[in-house]
T-cell receptor, first 112, second 120 residues
Framework: SQQGEEDPQALSIQEGENATMNCSYKTSINNLQWYRQNSGRGLVHLILIRSNEREKHSGRLRVTLDTSKKSSSLLITASRAADTASYFCATAVNQAGTALIFGKGTTLSVSS | GAVVSQHPSRVICKSGTSVKIECRSLDFQATTMFWYRQFPKQSLMLMATSNEGSKATYEQGVEKDKFLINHASLTLSTLTVTSAHPEDSSFYIC????????????????FGEGSRLTVL
């Protein structure tokens, strides 16, 4: 099963520009996480935001969470070619050990 | 940080054969592991939840007799794709839940590097 959608499905930008990806989900959540996946590789955990948080920063990453709209956004500032990857949001519906449910992902391409 | 290892990273097999994929938590005990499948250019789909010492819980639409999961120890879960067919070709990823952290609740999930199965 999947929680919802990422938007856009694909995004192409130039180095130095900002990239914004959105994620919507369907059920109430305990936390929402963003992951990156380079082609054919495993997942890299980027950031976790809890349901009682509205915004979180980590380096060039900024994540927002709007639980009333059941949506989250990931902003990557000053993008680099190395940021080219697929980005997935994943939700945990409770803290008790259930699996993460992933969105469909956004494929980001940053050209130099 | 915690590491989860998957083996093999790539496997090619003939149609009709069975393939076993291992998922190990290298420096922590994982009572719960999860198996995901990812088709090309798609997202990760949860297949099953594997609990140490008990039967796995499969997601709707996943055949438990085809995808055998064994979680015999706190550091190892295996996924066996039985009588593999070309449509089973996919990227299989496991994740393991790390130890409980006081103040943070249930441990975070750590993901393996994935195993790419190609069935000819």
């Amino acid at each position: 099963s999947q929680q919802g959608e990422e938007d856009p499905q694909a995004l192409s930008i130039q180095e130095g520009e900002n990239a914004t990806m959105n994620c919507s989900y369907k059920t109430s959540i305990n936390n929402l996480q963003w992951y990156r996946q380079n082609s054919g590789r495993g997942l890299v955990h980027l950031i976790l935001i809890r349901s009682n948080e509205r915004e979180k920063h980590s380096g060039r990453l900024r994540v927002t969470l709007d639980t009333s709209k059941k949506s989250s956004s990931l902003l990557i500032t000053a993008s680099r070619a190395a940021d080219t990857a697929s980005y997935f949001c994943a939700t945990a519906v409770n803290q008790a050990g259930t699996a993460l449910i992933f969105g469909k992902g956004t494929t980001l391409s940053v050209s130099s | 940080g915690a590491v989860v290892s998957q083996h093999p990273s790539r496997v090619i097999c003939k149609s009709g054969t069975s393939v076993k994929i291992e998922c190990r938590s290298l420096d922590f005990q994982a009572t719960t592991m999860f198996w995901y499948r990812q088709f090309p250019k798609q997202s990760l789909m949860l297949m099953a939840t594997s609990n140490e010492g008990s039967k796995a819980t499969y997601e709707q639409g996943v055949e438990k007799d085809k995808f055998l999961i064994n979680h015999a120890s706190l550091t190892l879960s295996t996924l066996t794709v039985t009588s593999a067919h070309p449509e089973d070709s996919s990227f299989y990823i496991c994740s393991a839940r790390g130890p409980y952290h006081r103040g943070r609740g249930t441990g975070e999930l750590f993901f393996g590097e994935g195993s790419r199965l190609t069935v000819l």
